[in-house]
């Protein structure tokens, strides 16, 4: 069963606020109207991706019997603002703690792999999405179909950057555990990304 304390759920809100301000001031260049207008937009695609990378997280642990929590990182939190002034993000709000007398090395792999396995899946739905909407002509298929590229862009970057061998980020974990296995999830990703959700511009 999937449980949540308050402060996992303040911590996820606070995470996720930030994290998609931040988004918001890299896509609208630091402009503050643009940030008023696409911040609604970028949060679902970063809601959808933060939330549901951390509760993958969260439910991999959790199916292997262990108790998870997730917690944020104040610095990871200032460091993606900062970062997004430089037209670049770094995102490391927060982790999903495990508390457990030890996990096997394939656990660790497979729950810190489910995080950017659940970004990649929500990246080609996104992609799903927008590739049937064809020719958009009103505003409302505007909308769509900015969020449905925001969202395949972020959830692909985000597979990428937390694919990526160095710790604490999950590709180290997953790498640990099973080279091929990494090489896999990480080239599927860097793929998709440089296809279709582009850099961060």
Same mark, same amino acid.
């Given at each position: 069963?999937?449980?949540? #304390? ?8 606070? =995470? ?6 931040a988004? =918001?001031?890299? !896509?609208s ?40 929590? !997730? /917690? ?5 939190l +200032?460091?993606a603002?900062?970062? =997004? ?5 770094? @995102?490391?709000?927060?982790a999903?703690?495990?508390?457990? /007398?030890?996990?096997?090395? =394939?656990e660790?792999g497979? $729950?810190?792999?489910a995080?950017?396995? +659940?970004?990649? +899946? ?13 020719? +958009?002509?009103d !505003? ?11 969202? #395949? ?5 985000? @597979? ?19 080279? &091929?296995v990494?090489?896999? @999830? ?6 998709? &990304? $440089?296809?279709?959700?582009? !850099?961060?511009?």
């Open positions: 069963m999937l449980k949540f #304390t308050g402060k996992e759920i303040r911590d996820l809100i606070i =995470s996720f606020i930030v994290i998609a301000l988004f =918001s001031i890299l !896509y260049n630091r402009d503050f109207n643009g940030i008023l207008f696409i911040f609604p937009i970028v949060a679902i695609g970063v809601g959808a991706g933060f939330i549901f990378h951390e509760l993958g997280h969260k439910f991999a642990a959790m199916h292997y019997g262990y108790w998870a929590e !997730y /917690q944020l990182w104040p610095t990871g +200032v460091i603002l900062v970062s =997004s002034f430089f037209g670049f993000i770094f @995102a490391a709000p927060g999903v703690v495990i508390y457990s /007398q030890g996990m096997e090395k =394939s660790n497979l $729950v810190s792999l995080g950017p396995a +659940v970004n990649i +899946v929500l990246g080609l739905i996104f992609l799903g999405i927008l590739n049937s909407l064809g020719q +958009v002509t !505003y409302n298929g505007y909308i769509i179909a900015l969020i449905c590229l925001l969202g #395949t862009r972020i959830n692909f970057f985000l @597979a990428t950057f937390n694919l990526l061998p160095i710790p604490p980020l999950d590709g180290s974990k997953v790498l640990s555990w099973n080279a &091929l990494w090489i896999v @999830a990480f080239a599927i990703s860097v793929i998709l &990304l $440089v296809v279709y959700g582009g !850099y961060l511009g």
